[in-house]
């Protein structure tokens, strides 16, 4: 069977679960294997292939988290990412990878647009003075 006649089934089953705006599938291991995609990615996990999606997932879940704001250490560290001119997935990753820490990306994010506010800021204040003078 095909992937698109497949996930006909699993939609006429009742299988489509609406929570709020967002819908998804409840699926069974066995609905999984029956799509080729699936069933191709777990061939080559059980042969011992690991895939990199699969780690850097597994990664991010088994990662620590912080449910507050982060520790002026690792604020630092991201400061200087930033600073650096690095992208948000890569400042991601690279906390991930030393620290073994998921970082939020909105908060990332947050603090990136305040870097950039900052910046336009001292910019903007160093330009009026030069014409004050």
Do not use: C
């Not at 042969?47 to 879940?61: E, F, Q």
């Not at 690279?94 to 305040?114: A, D, E, F, V, W």
């Amino acid at each position: 069977m095909e992937d698109k006649e497949i996930l006909t089934t699993l939609t006429q089953n009742e299988k489509v679960v609406f929570i709020d705006e967002f819908w998804g599938l409840k699926l069974t291991q066995k609905d999984i294997n029956n799509f080729k995609t699936f069933s191709e990615a777990t061939k080559l996990y059980k042969l011992g292939v690991r895939l990199y999606r699969y780690n850097l997932m597994k990664k991010l879940i088994e990662a620590k988290k912080f449910s507050s704001h982060w520790p002026v250490w690792l604020g630092k560290e991201i400061d200087d990412h930033i600073k650096k001119g690095l992208s948000s997935t890569k400042i991601m990753r690279l906390i991930l990878t030393k620290y073994n820490i998921t970082i939020r990306s909105g908060g990332l994010y947050k603090r990136i647009r305040k870097y950039k506010m900052l910046k336009k800021i001292t910019t903007i204040g160093i330009e009026s003075t030069a014409l004050v003078l």
